[in-house]
């Protein structure tokens, strides 16, 4: 079944731990992007990778680090995690990010306390 | 800066009732304005719309584009209780970072 696996589902932590949220896909997809998702903000696009080794800004980068060492892997990495990161977090996979549907993960609910 | 804008915000109507939800967008490199359902978690993906003028539909829901006036609407037949969920628009570029830039949603709900 072709799909996008994020881990953990729920997650509580505290200040300044250092934290890394998984996600694998089996599609082969060669985009991968992370979002956030906040009450009244929408959507708003963290990180991508248009492919291994190819990562860039998205549009709210600030306190996050990812990495693409394999085509199936984007961790999202919180190095020193902040209240103001608590947020429900997407990973999505693409073959060719805008051009073609993007298929998303179950979600990670993170609370930064 | 890419915006997409979806309105009304939010919506509430009777079982069998048509609804229009509505999508402006500025996009660079415009490619392909897409629309997702999201119920409890994960977005699940409509349609994906690339050429104006040109409707497509899936059962009781059907989108169209205009690629002149920048907008698009989705529009749902006869609603039922199960169409319940927020609604999210996205444009799509076909250049540079290939972003989906994402609308707030249309909460829609559909009471008995």
């Known amino acids: 079944e072709a799909q996008v696996t994020q881990n953990p589902r729920y997650l509580i932590t505290v200040t300044g731990k250092k934290l890394t949220v998984t996600c694998s896909q089996n599609m082969n997809h060669e985009y991968m992007s992370w979002y956030r998702q906040d009450p009244g903000l929408g959507l708003r696009q963290i990180y991508y990778?248009?492919?291994?080794?190819?990562?860039d800004k998205g549009d709210v980068p600030e306190g996050y680090k990812v990495s693409r060492k394999e085509k199936r892997n984007f961790p999202l990495i919180l190095e020193s995690p902040s209240p103001n990161q608590t947020s429900l977090y997407f990973c999505?996979?693409?073959?060719?990010?805008?051009?073609?549907?993007?298929?998303f993960g179950q979600g990670t609910r993170l609370t930064v306390v | 800066e890419d915006k997409v804008v979806q309105s009304p915000l939010s919506l509430v109507v009777h079982e069998g009732d048509t609804v229009t939800l509505n999508c402006s967008y500025e996009v660079t490199n415009f490619r392909s304005l897409l629309w997702y359902k999201q119920e409890k978690k994960a977005p699940t993906f409509l349609f994906m719309l690339?050429?104006?003028?040109i409707e497509k539909k899936s059962g009781r829901l059907s989108s169209i584009l205009d690629k002149k006036e920048l907008f698009s609407i989705l529009n749902i037949t006869a609603t039922q209780t199960g169409d319940s969920a927020v609604y999210l628009c996205a444009g799509g570029s076909g250049a540079g970072s290939y972003q989906l830039t994402f609308g707030k949603g249309t909460k829609l709900s559909v009471i008995p």
């Open positions: 690339t050429s104006s003028g």
């Open positions: 990778s248009m492919n291994v080794e190819v990562t």
């Open positions: 999505a996979s693409s073959f060719q990010g805008g051009t073609f549907e993007a298929f």
